[in-house]
């Protein structure tokens, strides 16, 4: 590939992206292919400081949602504009744990914030970069509730109550049904393995027509 390839792995929290993400990429890396993995918020070194006051620190439970909204679209500008389009540029494949359709699942739907505001404020962070590919893993309320409670601490996100999650998923449904030509979305409630093969197969396609 002259250029590379950008996909990215959305779903609610207890999807099961970071473990499917690695997955992929060892199965890459095995046909020979360069492969970048970051998430989001994060993945520089502003970035990583931003997620830690989204997420962690004290100072972010008085947070608004328009400050949540500015702060994540802070670090993906500096993550695109620092990581995602050189390594596109060398012709690799970046593998991202979240990017622009999580704000506006989470912030837009969740939050209740206005998604034209939204929709502003992604378009200022990304420009044109945007997934060649998105894999939306979906899982049922009751295995994200208990993936989420077997994690050894949470966050501010995960500790939002069961209203806020049914609004992002069904914020993820309309994303998925507004663009069907780059989100596809994969059922994360079967067995791993039928999971990570039905996410190899949708990489499969689109690498081949790269």
């Known amino acids: ?7 990215t792995f959305e779903g609610t929290e207890g999807a099961g992206k970071s473990t499917h993400i690695r997955l992929l990429a060892e199965h890459l890396r095995q046909q020979g292919r360069t492969v970048r993995e970051l998430r989001e918020p994060g993945g520089t070194l ?4 931003i997620r830690h006051l989204l997420k962690h620190h004290p ?3 008085g947070m608004t949602a328009e400050a949540e909204l500015l702060l994540i679209n802070a670090s993906r500008a ?7 389009r050189p390594a596109l540029a060398a ?24 998604l034209t505001l939204v929709e502003s404020a992604i378009a200022a962070a990304v420009g044109n970069t945007w997934p ?15 993936r989420r409670k077997r994690r050894s601490g949470t966050d501010r996100f995960e500790e939002s109550g069961p209203e806020f999650f049914a609004r992002v998923e069904s914020g993820f449904a309309a994303i998925a049904h507004s663009h069907p030509q780059r989100v596809k979305v994969i059922d994360a409630d079967c067995p791993l ?3 990570q093969a039905d996410i190899q197969r949708r990489v499969a396609v ?4 790269a």
């Open 193 to 195: 393995e039928t999971v």
């Open 206 to 209: 689109i690498l081949s027509n």
């Open 91 to 114: 012709g690799e494949i970046v593998l991202c744990d979240r990017f622009a359709d999580s704000t506006t699942a989470y912030q837009g739907h969740g939050r209740g914030l206005d």
């Open 78 to 84: 500096q993550l695109v504009r620092e990581v995602i």
């Open 46 to 49: 502003l970035g990583e400081e």
């Open 132 to 146: 060649d590919l998105t894999l939306l893993l979906t899982v049922s309320q009751t295995t994200s509730e208990a």
């Open 59 to 61: 100072a972010g439970h």
């Open 1 to 7: 590939m002259s250029r590379g390839l950008f996909i």
